[in-house]
């Protein structure tokens, strides 16, 4: 399945931001001398920056399905790996776009508990509709292998998750 680049900006902004925070942090420093002052005003805004870039860059990052599991690539380096077997659920959800007021639909993966040994930073994965190319296409191979591996699915109405056999396209 494909994904839709918004363009540099949307990938790199945050970390731009957080970066141009941490050389203003610098210069400030050298300048004055002076550490306890700017550390507490810049510090937070600089991981921000930085934890908002990794953040959106993990909701842009091309989604893969196999036969092994889901992927997030960027780049061509896989920076999330869930397999079927370590799946613990996939949750369908709809939320209302700020930006241009349309409602699309989302699915989060949410992993087992795994051992120390195979340790990954994210334990979940979302992918959103208003970011994939075809995205019926995508729920239907989804729950093709969510049939295959018995995982529980769960689709949120009226305020509560409510389990289901399959994943659906058209939420209402």
Same mark, same amino acid.
């Given at each position: 399945?494909s ?7 949307d ?22 001398h ?8 810049l510090?937070?805004?600089i991981?921000?920056?930085?934890v908002?870039g990794a953040?959106?860059l ?8 196999s036969?092994?599991g ?5 780049f061509?380096? #896989?920076?999330l790996r869930?397999r ?9 959800? #709809?939320?209302n776009?700020?930006?241009?007021? #349309? ?5 989060k993966?949410s ?11 994210a334990?979940?994965t ?6 994939t190319d ?15 591996h018995?995982?529980?699915?769960e689709l ?5 998750w409510?389990?289901?056999r399959?994943?659906v396209?058209t939420?209402?």
């Open positions: 399945m994904v839709r680049f918004q363009g540099i900006l990938i790199f902004g945050p970390w731009i931001l957080g970066l141009s925070f941490f050389v203003a942090w610098g210069v400030a420093l050298i300048v004055d002076k550490i306890g002052e700017y550390f507490f005003i510090w937070p805004l991981w921000s920056g930085f908002g953040i959106r993990n909701i842009i990052a091309e989604f893969v399905v036969d092994v889901i992927e997030r690539k960027c061509g380096w #896989t920076c869930i079927w077997s370590d799946m613990k659920a996939v949750r369908e959800y #709809t939320f776009s700020a930006a241009d007021k #349309t409602k699309y639909s989302a699915i993966f992993r087992k508990h795994l051992p120390f040994s195979e340790f990954q930073l334990r979940t979302i992918v959103q509709e208003k970011y075809q995205f019926d296409e995508l729920v239907d191979l989804l729950n093709k292998y969510i049939t295959m018995a995982i529980r699915v949120y109405r009226s305020g509560q409510e389990p289901t399959r994943l396209t939420l209402t």
